[in-house]
């Protein structure tokens, strides 16, 4: 049905690009049923899908009568283009971005909305988690623990950036956003085309301008991996983008705007998928990736590194990138670009007070082990993983004698460490691509080694 939006009140705007998604499209679209119908208009921005993706959203919103616009890109454009054409056609004076293959808690669009409306607030940030397409498990959003630091117990806060600069440290995706309309227009706030990793660059640019944050502690958003024609399975160059990202973050003029704490929330940020793009990279462009990005956050100002090698939530992991990027110690970032641990020179003073949290860095390290796995992020996998496997074994044998020495860490450690090889271990057996039956083989294989080596 063709609704006319001219003279219609409309709260919210929810801008969708879509391509080729119509084994998903239907889901997405009904997980949006509690939405206010009479206020809310749904944005579809289809980038040349070749599939009945268009077809089956234009139907489920007739059918379900849902204000709406629904608009063919001239060519394909990438979703930077199909969201900054969602941002030109809104009519709601909030807005919001969300993905054609994820899932949507749509009844906390009201609570929000009203708060928005109540207290002049610009930004509304909910709570996210993701879930396995193929397993339908749920996990954690990897801003967990900034997210609890942030709200402790608190089922809502109201805020500025000034006063909690970790909010820029969040994840940046969109989809578990609302935006004051006017704020994003106002400020030329947009998403770079023709690059992925787009979410970044709109939030940092949006931290510049933002002056009343809502955060509620709800998860409206569960976002969909593990699925073919994903980001996680674009082909090699694509990683690059995000060097051509973090330029830009690096270039934006008016950081003076914000705190030196919020400020470098948002590199470290970009440092996070910097590292990750160079872990899932071509195994032959790593170097050069490695170089690239230090070159990028070589030209920060020294103090910024500083600033967020002394936030209280990172993990050991963490600080060692930071202190490598600081050292620009390209050997070490090689290292961690093909699966390894930063392993820097400890402080003999502070040796006895670090190598229980290295313990517990193990943990980390088979958790990202598995998240390569499970998620197929790694396109040159093989070497990614069992460059992992080698490092795990390499550091176990490392703190071989605080194993001995330690009964309560190496109790706890060992139940944890075994617990996720045997997480592993079924995630491996799952699998059923007979290419990658050798690899699976070679896992499993190492993980037995690791278990009888801690037992």
């Known amino acids: 049905m063709n609704i006319s939006l001219n003279d219609i009140n409309i709260q919210l705007s929810i801008v969708i690009p879509t391509f080729n998604t119509e084994n998903y499209i239907n889901e997405t679209l009904q997980s949006l049923l509690n939405i206010n119908k009479e206020r809310t208009e749904i944005i579809i921005i289809d980038d040349c899908s070749s599939d009945q993706t268009v077809a089956i959203a234009k139907n489920w919103l007739d059918r379900n009568h849902i204000l709406n616009q629904i608009v063919i890109n001239e060519e394909n454009r990438g979703p930077s283009y199909s969201r900054n054409r969602g941002i030109e056609l809104a009519k709601g004076k909030y807005i919001t971005f969300f993905d054609s293959d994820d899932i949507c808690i749509s009844s906390c669009y009201d609570k929000a909305l009203q708060a928005m409306e109540n207290h002049n607030i610009e930004l509304c940030i909910f709570g996210a988690k993701s879930f396995d397409h193929k397993t339908q498990d749920v996990y954690e959003f990897p801003d967990n623990a900034i997210w609890k630091e942030i709200l402790k117990d608190d089922d ?21 956003k609302i935006y004051k309309t006017d704020t ?155 699966g390894g641990y930063p392993d820097l020179p400890s402080n003999n003073s502070a040796e006895s007070e670090q190598d229980t949290k290295i313990l517990f860095e193990l943990r980390d390290m088979l958790n990202s082990l598995i998240s390569q796995q499970r998620d197929g992020w790694a396109n040159d996998r093989f070497n990614v993983l069992n460059e992992k496997i080698e490092t795990i074994k390499t550091s176990i044998i490392h703190y071989e004698d605080l194993f001995k020495t330690n009964n309560n860490t190496n109790n ?44």
């Open 156 to 176: 809502y806060k109201i805020t500025t950036l000034s006063r909690e600069p970790l909010i820029s440290g969040l994840a940046p995706n969109m989809m578990n």
């Open 184 to 338: 994003i227009r106002n400020n030329n706030i947009n998403f770079p085309q023709g690059l992925i990793f787009e979410d970044l660059y709109f939030y940092a640019k949006s931290m510049l301008s933002i002056k009343k944050i809502l955060l509620i502690n709800e998860d409206i958003l569960l976002y969909r991996v593990n699925r073919g024609g994903q980001l996680t399975s674009l082909n090699n160059a694509k990683y690059n983008d995000i060097i051509n990202i973090s330029s830009k973050i690096v270039e934006l003029d008016e950081i003076e705007s914000i705190s030196e704490k919020a400020w470098s929330n948002l590199i470290g940020s970009a440092i996070r998928l910097n590292v990750w793009c160079s872990e899932n990279c071509h195994y032959n462009e790593k170097s050069s990736f490695v170089e690239k990005s230090i070159e990028i956050f070589g030209s920060l100002p020294g103090r910024v590194l500083e600033t967020y090698k002394n936030s209280n939530t990172l993990t050991l992991w963490e600080k060692n990138i930071i202190i490598c990027y600081q050292d620009k110690n390209k050997q070490v970032l090689e290292v961690v670009a093909e």
């Open 412 to 455: 706890y450690t060992l139940e944890k460490i075994e617990e996720i090889l045997l997480s592993l271990h079924h995630e491996s057996q799952n699998k059923d691509t007979d290419g990658n039956s050798l690899l699976y083989e070679k896992i499993i294989k190492s993980v037995n080694d690791i278990k009888n080596k801690l037992k």
